[in-house]
C-alpha cells in the first residue's frame, strides 16, 4: 500500500490534507499551572515556485529574550484569549498578516520550555501572500521555507549533550541550524503532516545556551 504523502503544491488539495491529517491527530495539551501560556503560529503559505511553504522568522537581536534567535511567530497569551487568537494577534503584529480563525488548521502538542512557557503551536493556512512586513523592534528576517525542506537527507539531527538527559533536536535549515522549541515543532509538523504519524516532541531537548 503506498504511503498518503502531503500534496507538494500549495493549492487546495494540499489544504484538505493537512486538515485531515491533524483533525486525526489527538494532541496533548499541558497544564498551565503556575507556568505562562504562550502560542506561536506554523503558517502555510506559497515560496516563489507556488511551492507549500512554512514561514521562518530570525528575531531582532536588540531582544531582551532570545535575542537573534530563529522563531515562529507568537507570544504570550494575553488575559481572555485563546491560543489560537494569540497566534493569529502575534502573527499580525510581527510579520503583518492578518487572518481570522477561519485561517485555523488545527493544532499540535503543546511544548514546555525551560523559560518556563507552554507553548501551543497553532496551524494556520495563510493563501497566497504577496507581502510580509517584519516589525522591527521583533523581527529581523522574515523566510519562506519549502516544506519538503523538512524531510530533506540529515533533516532532523538528535545529539546527545553532557548538560541534557535528553536528546536535543536540531534542523538543519537555510544553511543554519534550527533549535527547539521551533525545531521540535517543525519537526512534529512533519510528522504529522508530511507522514501522518502522531510523533511526540516533549522529550526533545533546547540546546544549552552560552552567554557570549
Known amino acids: 500500500m503506498g504511503v498518503d504523502r502531503a500534496p507538494a503544491r500549495y493549492d487546495a488539495a494540499l ?27 506554523a503558517v502555510l503559505l506559497p515560496d516563489d515556485e507556488d511551492r507549500a511553504a512554512f514561514l521562518l522568522t530570525r528575531r531582532a537581536a536588540g531582544l531582551r529574550a532570545h535575542g537573534g534567535q530563529w522563531a515562529l511567530p507568537g507570544g504570550r497569551i494575553d488575559a481572555g ?3 489560537p487568537q494569540a497566534a493569529l494577534r502575534e502573527l499580525a503584529e510581527e510579520v503583518g498578516l492578518t487572518l481570522d480563525e ?6 499540535l502538542d503543546d511544548y514546555l520550555t525551560r523559560s518556563g512557557f507552554v507553548v501551543t503551536p497553532v ?9 510580509l512586513r517584519a516589525n522591527p523592534a521583533e523581527v529581523a528576517s522574515i523566510h519562506r521555507v519549502p516544506l519538503a525542506d523538512l524531510d530533506a537527507p540529515g533533516v532532523p539531527r538528535f545529539l546527545t549533550v553532557p548538560e541534557r538527559e535528553r ?22 509538523l512533519r510528522e504529522v503532516v508530511l507522514h501522518g504519524r502522531a510523533t511526540r516532541v516533549r522529550d526533545l531537548e533546547e540546546p544549552v545556551w552560552k552567554r557570549r
Open 167 to 188: 536528546p536535543v533536536v536540531q534542523l538543519p535549515l537555510l544553511g543554519t541550524l534550527i533549535h527547539a522549541p521551533t525545531a521540535a515543532i517543525l519537526y512534529q
Open 102 to 107: 477561519t485561517a485555523v488548521l488545527g493544532s
Open 15 to 41: 489544504r484538505r490534507h493537512v486538515q485531515a491529517r491533524l483533525a486525526a491527530f489527538l494532541r496533548e495539551a499541558l497544564p498551565v499551572g503556575d507556568r505562562r501560556p504562550a502560542a506561536v503560529a
Open 81 to 83: 484569549e485563546t491560543a
Open 123 to 131: 496551524v494556520v493556512w495563510a493563501g497566497p501572500v504577496a507581502e
